[in-house]
């Protein structure tokens, strides 16, 4: 190509370097004049970019545009507040401690690196380079749309849920400002002639001398009306918050106070998302600071108190042992899957928003890292406080120990009774348990709110206000069978069935349409396009081999491991409770390969040949912007001689 070209192409394709840089790089000689009008032209070029960026934003003002992250702290912190939600401070340090305390760690550690890392890394990196949702992003091989209507039936039924769960914080919130917490006795009409006041006697032996309100028989504590006595906190749990009816079959009333807080919880996500990533971006900057305050609060009172020590030897001693049974992987590997939140549409949702030059790597490595070490860090705080409960009641961590629901409005609440100026440790404590859950929840109805629009850009980019607002309406109307006096029932059975089986699936058909299908050379310069590298061999190596593999046997382990439905770890859900159960994980799985059925049957050809064109991209498959498109020849349609000189992050540099 003649010098001349090569001037023209560099100074008038959309290259990402300044003036200076590119001039050193180019190594083509140059008189002053051939300088001055190169100059000339890279002004005209940068003013052309600084133009279309002010009309971008005013479309995005406009709704006419697909928005953007109106900084890269917004997109990290997003992440952040998605992946870093309940899970983190009421699961893992149950699993850690059920499945050999700080042995847990090497299977945990493993997991992350072979099967979460990857897969969070591939769906940022997918989101941002299309610039589309979970469902219109499956333009990159038409086969596995099904893939993307998984993804968002999934977080459907999650959202109903999660947002009745944040209804119950609001109303422990609203419980704690209050002179004397309402859990702490058993002289409320709530309450019945099983309440003990006194929670140690549950954990009673033989050894007792004396019990009040209670007795022993056969070693087990009951109280002087011959049934098995119930704490204070339970009590208020089951009977004052939830009304809780006989069982699963006995749906009963609407509760009229949670139907007034999960009314306000939606109403929150509502107007936090009401003009999409622009106004949750900033939001974030609360939900995901916030519980790292309290969560630090929280653990520098309570490591003081009596019996805390005891808590964190019981949750960080290793019992190495435990690494030779399958089903610790097998939890360590699930529980990686849910904390990073991967596999469920909301991190290709969030980096569809982001600039294309985002540096997506870089923070791929950084949520991951914090993801886990809040989990570590949050189980530090929880058995710092069980352990000061234990000593409190005479009785071993283990007794007091749960996971779930069972601790957030059960155990905790009791805990933070027995604190100094208890009704301010509740409120910090529920507080932060909301601030936790908005934050996931904002990026489930986001990933939904994209997905509709996604595949009707044209009716309804400009009316996401009204999109997000009907999704919430539907929404808080769906979750109302959640908080009638048998709604508990339900929202036990969606969080153990709505997303576990299906996740794994979707995860691992993800990554071999991506690592296979498509290709993880052309995924790679993808990527290379966006950063300006391609990652190392690592990942090629997991996408291709590694990541599969494990995501298999975590499959395997879930399978394996797999039982029938139970409430509150004692009550096994009826048939139609189990056949509900198993419903929900179908529905999810059996949209799949309906859409591939439906490309393969309107395409033309032999039947392979049909397979062959729905697996291959769509035309319109590439960067979302045509400034980006120009840059490979892959998605270009101008054929411009594209420059190859770009800073190591890919970011405009003008200076």
């Not at 992350?112 to 219109?136: D, T």
């Not at 044209?458 to 997000?468: C, I």
């Amino acid at each position: 190509m003649a010098d001349k070209e090569k001037r023209q192409g560099l100074y008038l394709a959309p290259t990402r370097v300044s003036y200076n840089t590119a001039v050193n790089r180019s190594q083509i000689p140059m008189g002053p004049k051939e300088k001055r009008q190169a100059r000339r032209n890279f002004v005209q070029y940068v003013r052309q970019k600084s133009r279309m960026r002010a009309a971008k934003e005013a479309k995005e003002d406009n709704g006419e545009e697909r928005p953007e992250w109106t900084g890269k702290l917004d997109f990290l912190l997003s992440c952040i507040s998605y992946a870093v939600g309940l899970g983190n401070v009421w699961r893992f340090p149950y699993l850690c401690y059920k499945n050999g305390g700080g042995a847990f760690l090497v299977p945990y550690i493993f997991m992350l690196a072979f099967a979460g890392l990857p897969l969070f890394y591939l769906e940022l990196a997918f989101g941002q380079f299309s610039s589309l949702g979970p469902v219109s992003i499956w333009r990159i091989s038409p086969i596995f749309k099904g893939v993307g209507y998984a993804m968002v039936a999934i977080s459907m039924m999650v959202g109903i849920y999660y947002n009745v769960v944040i209804a119950y914080t609001l109303y422990y919130l609203f419980a704690s400002f209050t002179a004397t917490l309402p859990w702490l006795t058993c002289n409320n009409p709530w309450n019945t002639d099983a309440c003990i006041q006194d929670r140690s006697v549950l954990g009673a032996n033989t050894t007792n001398s004396s019990l009040t309100n209670s007795s022993l028989i056969n070693g087990t504590a009951v109280n002087h009306t011959g049934v098995r006595p119930v704490s204070a906190s339970e009590e208020y749990w089951r009977n004052g918050v939830l009304q809780l009816s006989e069982g699963f079959d006995y749906p009963g009333e609407v509760v009229w106070y949670l139907c007034l807080c999960l009314l306000l919880a939606w109403l929150l996500v509502f107007f936090c998302l009401i003009k999409g990533v622009q106004s949750a971006g900033k939001v974030v900057y609360f939900t995901s600071t916030f519980p790292y305050i309290v969560l630090t609060i929280l653990l520098i009172r309570c490591s003081i108190m009596d019996g805390a020590i005891d808590g964190i030897k019981f949750y960080v001693t290793p019992d190495f042992s435990r690494l030779q049974d399958a089903e610790v992987w097998g939890d360590a590997g699930i529980q990686i899957f849910f904390s990073l939140s991967v596999a469920w549409g909301g991190l290709i949702s969030m980096a569809s928003y982001n600039r294309f030059s985002q540096n997506c790597y870089r923070d791929s490595i950084i949520v991951s890292t914090i993801n886990c070490g809040t989990s570590i860090y949050a189980g530090f705080v929880i058995f710092s406080i069980l352990g000061f409960m234990a000593n409190e009641m005479g009785v071993d961590v283990k007794d007091v120990a749960d996971k779930g629901s069972g601790l957030a409005f059960v155990t905790y609440p009791e805990a933070v009774a027995r604190l100094p100026i208890s009704p301010l440790w509740s409120a910090l404590f529920f507080f932060m348990l909301l601030s936790l859950g908005l934050g996931t929840q904002f990026a489930i109805i986001q990933t939904i709110v994209t997905s509709i629009i996604d595949e009707f850009p044209e009716r309804l980019m400009s009316k996401r206000m009204l999109v997000t607002g009907l999704v919430c309406l539907v929404f808080f109307l769906l979750g109302l069978p959640c908080i009638t006096q048998g709604g508990n029932y339900m929202v036990e059975l969606m969080n153990d069935w709505a997303a576990g089986f299906s996740l794994m699936v979707i995860g691992l058909i993800e990554v071999i349409a991506i690592g296979w299908i498509y290709g993880t050379d052309n995924f790679f310069r993808d990527i290379e396009m966006m950063i300006g590298f391609k990652p190392n061999r690592w990942w090629w190596l997991c996408w291709k081999f590694l990541t599969p593999a494990v995501l298999l046997a975590i499959l395997l382990f879930y399978l394996i491991g797999i039982k029938p439905a139970i409430y509150g770890g004692r009550l096994e859900f009826p048939t139609s409770g189990q056949a509900l159960g198993w419903l929900m994980t179908l529905t999810s799985l059996v949209v799949i390969p309906l859409p591939g059925i439906y490309y393969i049957c309107k395409a033309e050809g032999t039947f392979m040949e049909r397979v062959r064109k729905v697996m291959k991209p769509l035309p319109e498959w590439g960067p979302h912007l045509e400034e980006n498109r120009e840059l490979d020849e892959r998605y270009s349609k101008k054929g411009i001689p594209l420059a190859d000189y770009r800073d190591a992050d890919n970011t405009p540099n003008i200076a």
